[in-house]
């Protein structure tokens, strides 16, 4: 089974204050590679979702054998990536057949190449779960991973409350994969989150 890893990237980074939080520098790179290459190293399939406010980060992935997307409705939220990834998986890879959507957000600086790895691993065991990948303490978190047969309800989406209307409506479906730590629910969105990510993870 091939999965189609979403690198949702097309936010605003309005919390930062003028700083671009997926520019910032994690092990001498801009996180937004960083997880690129953590995505690519998971999976073949790699498509990063970007906004035409923030060029640099198209400039940050040259040279990556992903699929980059500068979205013109980027700014009405995450359901603009979600609905491009349904769009695009289905004849993304070229003899690779994408069996599921897994949406990384670019601003979780701690999910590993391991975390997404288990998350397809899950999914080959359970091909028609919708996966979620949650804190070690057992909060719900990312990844998300969407099995084929529901990308038509990710093209109904709209704003910016994510995947939200469909966890709800297939509840049902729903698996909790437990990530190591708070992997899958450290997400970096002000100055200060980094500040205190930076003083846990000194380089």
């Known amino acids: ?9 097309a936010g605003s980074s309005s919390r930062m204050r003028g700083t671009d939080k997926l520019l910032q520098m994690v092990e001498g790179q801009p996180l937004i590679r960083r997880q690129a290459v953590r995505a690519l190293a998971a999976s073949p399939l790699v498509g990063v979702t970007l906004s035409a406010t923030h060029p640099d980060r198209l400039s940050a992935i040259i040279g990556l054998d992903v699929g980059a997307s500068v ?30 959507i897994m949406v990384v957000p670019a601003d979780m600086p701690d999910l590993t190449t391991a975390d997404m790895r288990r998350m397809i691993d ?40 994510g995947a939200r209307p469909v966890l709800v409506r297939y509840s049902g479906r729903v698996r909790m994969i437990a990530l190591p730590g708070a992997n899958a629910i450290t997400d970096l969105d002000t100055r200060e989150d ?5 003083a846990q993870h000194p380089e």
């Open 1 to 9: 089974m091939a999965v189609y890893i979403l690198v949702a990237a």
């Open 71 to 100: 979205l013109a409705d980027a700014p009405e939220g995450m359901a603009a990536s979600l609905r491009h990834a349904a769009r695009s998986a289905p004849t993304y890879g070229g003899d690779h057949t994408a069996t599921a």
């Open 122 to 161: 899950a999914h080959a065991a359970a091909p028609t779960a919708i996966l979620r990948g949650m804190g070690a303490d057992g909060t719900p978190g990312h990844p998300v991973l969407f099995p084929r047969d529901l990308w038509p309800a990710l093209l109904e989406l709209r704003g910016d409350q």
């Open 194 to 198: 980094w500040a205190r990510w930076r």
